[in-house]
């Protein structure tokens, strides 16, 4: 266990340092820092000036390591284009971040947990095969595309919900002032909607086959004389058999399965019948 804490936390290091490097040259390779800091027009004794300001007049090395140290204290330093502190414009952005967070997280599972539910129960089904496909879709698809697409067909060509602003419920809520976060609500909803189900499909297809899958397991156990066919056919086994249940809670003695394995092909298509045996074999 403590093996697995100390590798966890060297992995979490690593890709800190990671991160931070690959921003950290990202800014400089975008361009002089300065000059997006004061202007183009700027001439160089200006641009000089805010360098020395920015810090940026120093070797790499040593304004990488400043830039750590000043991640550690909570230090984001300025916002090159409006001049103010970074971790000041996080804060003021972050209950609409917030509002579309949990907006995701409330739809997807809504959504996706009774559709891994049906698609447990109805496994081997068509309706399983068609949610299933739905959700490889789902998790395959472009967050970015989608949401150019849901704003030119529902924004611009039917003019069902809003292409862009933000109506703020979270924020005076937190302010204590409830009764403009209950009159925001409607239309924070309605300008909610479009980015909330653009950022909950990929959630949405992969919360339903994690449902699926855990439905499935914990429906493992139960004497079930309905074998996944599917499979058994794609292995090549489709003569009928006959299958002999010993399962004592089930009352079922002798029931028709299609079914033509041997028994150490059972794992290989993924056949799993509690206490069930093939007769014949």
């Known amino acids: 266990m403590a093996q697995y804490i100390t590798r966890r936390v060297l992995l979490a290091v690593l890709v800190v340092i990671g991160v931070t490097l690959l921003t950290f040259i990202s800014i400089h390779l975008s361009g002089d820092p300065a000059v997006l800091y004061v202007s183009e027009r700027a001439g160089q004794e200006e641009l000089a000036e805010a360098r020395r300001r920015l810090g940026l007049d120093k070797p790499l090395p040593e304004q990488y390591l400043n830039f750590l140290s000043g991640l550690a204290r909570g230090d984001l330093g300025l916002s090159l284009a409006n001049r103010t502190p970074a971790l000041a414009l996080v804060i003021e952005r972050l209950p609409a971040t917030l509002e579309l967070t949990l907006g995701a997280l409330l ?35 472009p967050g970015f595309w989608l949401g150019i ?50 950022i909950s499909v ?80």
């Open 149 to 198: 697409m849901s704003i030119l067909f529902f924004g611009v060509t039917l003019r069902a919900f809003p292409v862009s602003g933000q109506v703020p419920v979270l924020a005076p809520l937190l302010a204590g002032d409830i009764n403009t976060a209950l009159q925001n609500l409607p239309a924070g909803i309605h300008h909610a909607i479009l980015p909330v189900v653009t």
């Open 107 to 141: 739809l997807s599972n809504i959504i996706a947990i009774p559709i891994g539910l049906i698609s447990a129960v109805k496994r081997g089904t068509r309706l399983d095969g068609t949610i299933m496909l739905v959700a490889m879709f789902g998790q395959s698809m």
């Open 202 to 281: 990929f959630s949405i297809a992969r919360n339903a086959v994690g449902a699926f899958g855990a439905f499935g397991s914990a429906g493992a156990g139960i004497c079930d004389h309905r074998p996944r066919e599917r499979l058994i056919r794609t292995a090549g086994y489709s003569a009928p058999r006959l299958a002999e249940c010993h399962d004592p809670d089930c009352d079922h003695r002798r029931v028709g399965i299609r079914l033509s394995i041997k028994r150490r092909d059972c794992n290989r298509v993924g056949v799993r019948m509690a206490g069930c045996r093939a007769l014949g074999i």
